[in-house]
């Protein structure tokens, strides 16, 4: 026996044991409450960083004559290009006009995370250079979501850890978008890790919606939808694994476009789950109307594209598919049976099929088939690690406030999130155990591999069956609503992620706007299955009157400029 042993009795040694345990506990706190206090300090300075050059750039663009600015910031993009092309414009002019009605519609909606400081020097040289102004996008300034590398600016996906790392080099898109003359002059807000139709983050914090801002303007591509559609900028891009260029076009009352995935690249982009070729990305434009996303995809579709990613189809725009005047059979919905849509969701359907008929197409009824199956799949392909992956990313960093279920829940220990889901109605029931992953096996992922190609192959059996050629639907199930609304209901994401399952090229087109009659046909809203997500669509909508609502147009794989055409006819014959 040990001298201690001999001198203290078993009562004196557990007690020693039980503070020691207290105090380590403690110093763990200690420590954890340092480095989060380390953290928030890092992001506030990063944002005050941002800001001040905001200050700056706004400062010095003011030098520039505003009647000029006003004239710029009133043209068309291809006006505007034109003008440049003839020299007509400066360049440099049509720059800073830009940068100054971003960095003013920032300061009210958030939308704004960065201003390129080399976009003047770019178009400077662009100016001086030789044989420049047949360049497609000749002298027009482009955003792009904060996720995309441009050299020099950091990429943070809203962690706080990547603060402080600026990209090495541009990414493949922005290369290309320079080659055709464009200016990337700003980087835009986005949801942290992109995992969220909101728009919030702990580094450059919350956007608001270009018609209100204490609604959410969708995401995850938040800060282009707002910034494209408070008018500070033409053109952008943005990123799409389950909606996120749609989600926020039509929100935000722009359009956007999800394209085939990889009909342009992606390398030099942060992604939701890099890695992972269950779920993937696509890479995309948002603009101010359709012309204005057929210029950009008619440009970087081009060879240096093709040369510069390998994995890039060398597919060329199609202008005989976009301009032709074929009459086409287009299929229709305006309920996927998963989540029924708003009543000003489904206006804004029959409103688009009806310009089509007056098109002289044919619309053609469609019914989904087994979409709960296909969230399922779904759902438990974004979450085959059970949040793994992400949570580690998350634990080192501070966690978002649109994020904090997520998280919390990725924590449960398996028991734990059987018990809880007990408690649940059946869709927030299978949502939360999905969610938290169950078997990880790689026999259960190849499954759900399998599971979603049967899918695909019966979605798209049913589509020929009736002689399709494209398809019109909801963008969205609600329209823009009060900040926080759509955090934490995955089944919103029916309508948009089927389509990244499918790898259907898919648009959103503005249609119209929130009406007193949408809302008051609210009372009599239901939903399929009367739970808790269904009454909280219908309660957190009550108030969006004026917001606008676009219309999700989808075309087969491959036929982005078919998608093109339709949205584009809807656009025209709701102008008239």
Same mark, same amino acid.
Request: aromatic content about 6%; proline content about 5%.
């Given at each position: 026996?040990?001298?201690?042993? +001999?001198? *203290? %009795?078993?009562? !004196? ?11 380590? @506990?403690?110093?763990? #706190? ?114 792009? +979501?904060? *996720? %995309?590398?441009? !050299? ?11 603060? @402080?790392?600026?990209? #090495? ?408």
């Amino acid at each position: 026996m040990s001298e201690l042993a +001999k001198h *203290c %009795c078993p009562r !004196k040694v557990g007690v020693v044991l039980v503070a020691g345990i207290a105090v380590y @506990g403690a110093a763990i #706190k200690v420590r954890e409450w340092e480095r989060k206090k380390q953290l928030l300090k890092k992001a506030s300075e990063k944002k005050d960083l941002e800001n001040a050059i905001i200050q700056q750039e706004l400062k010095q663009s003011e030098k520039y004559d505003e009647e000029e600015r006003n004239k710029i910031l009133n043209m068309k993009t291809s006006e505007l290009i034109r003008a440049a092309q003839q020299g007509e414009l400066d360049p440099v002019h049509i720059l800073r006009a830009y940068i100054h009605k971003a960095c003013t519609v920032t300061q009210k909606f958030n939308s704004v995370t960065g201003i390129n400081r080399n976009a003047e020097n770019d178009a400077k040289q662009l100016k001086n250079g030789n044989n420049n102004t047949h360049r497609p996008l000749y002298g027009l300034p482009i955003s792009m +979501k904060e *996720c %995309c590398d441009i !050299k020099g600016m950091d990429t943070t996906i809203g962690l706080v850890n990547l603060i @402080g790392i600026p990209a #090495k080099e541009d990414c493949v898109l922005v290369k290309v978008l320079k080659h055709c003359g464009a200016i990337p002059f700003a980087k835009t807000n986005l949801p942290q890790l992109m995992f969220s139709f909101e728009s919030s983050n702990p580094v450059y914090g919350e956007t608001g919606n270009p018609h209100n801002v204490d609604f959410t303007p969708g995401g995850s591509s938040s800060g282009e939808g707002s910034l494209i559609g408070s008018g500070g900028s033409l053109l952008g891009f943005g990123t799409d694994t389950g909606g996120s260029i749609r989600c926020p076009a039509h929100m935000s009352g722009v359009c956007g476009l999800k394209p085939t995935l990889n009909r342009l690249s992606i390398a030099g982009l942060g992604n939701i789950l890099p890695g992972s070729n269950c779920v993937t990305t696509s890479v995309g434009p948002l603009a101010t109307d359709v012309d204005t996303l057929v210029l950009a995809m008619r440009a970087v579709l081009c060879p240096l594209m093709f040369e510069l990613d390998r994995t890039v189809p060398p597919i060329p725009f199609n202008d005989e598919v976009y301009s032709s005047k074929k009459r086409l059979r287009i299929g229709y919905y305006l309920d996927d049976g998963y989540i029924e849509p708003v009543p000003a969701v489904k206006r804004a359907v029959v409103e688009a099929k009806e310009a089509l008929e007056r098109a002289g197409h044919e619309l053609i009824p469609f019914h989904v088939p087994r979409i709960a199956d296909a969230m399922k799949i779904l759902i438990s392909l974004f979450f085959a690690d059970a949040g793994e992956f992400n949570q580690k990313r998350l634990k080192i960093d501070i966690v978002g406030k649109r994020l904090e279920n997520l998280y919390q829940q990725w924590g449960f220990s398996d028991l734990k999130c059987k018990l809880l889901s007990m408690f649940k109605s059946p869709r927030p029931r299978q949502d939360m155990l999905l969610h938290k992953g169950g078997d990880r096996s790689t026999t259960r992922l190849w499954s759900l591999a399998r599971d979603g190609g049967a899918f695909v192959e019966h979605y798209t059996a049913l589509w020929l069956n009736l002689n399709l050629d494209a398809m019109i639907c909801p963008a969205y199930p609600v329209v823009a609503c009060p900040k926080g609304g759509i955090s934490n209901v995955s089944a919103m994401a029916s309508y948009t992620a089927l389509y990244n399952m499918l790898n259907y090229p898919a648009g959103v087109v503005p249609v119209t706007k929130v009406n007193q009659k949408d809302i008051e046909a609210l009372e009599n809203y239901k939903g399929h299955y009367q739970d808790e997500w269904d009454q909280h669509i219908k309660e957190v909508t009550k108030g969006s009157i004026g917001m606008p609502v676009g219309v999700q147009c989808v075309a087969p794989t491959w036929q982005d400029e078919l998608c093109l055409r339709i949205m584009h006819e809807v656009e025209e014959q709701l102008k008239k």
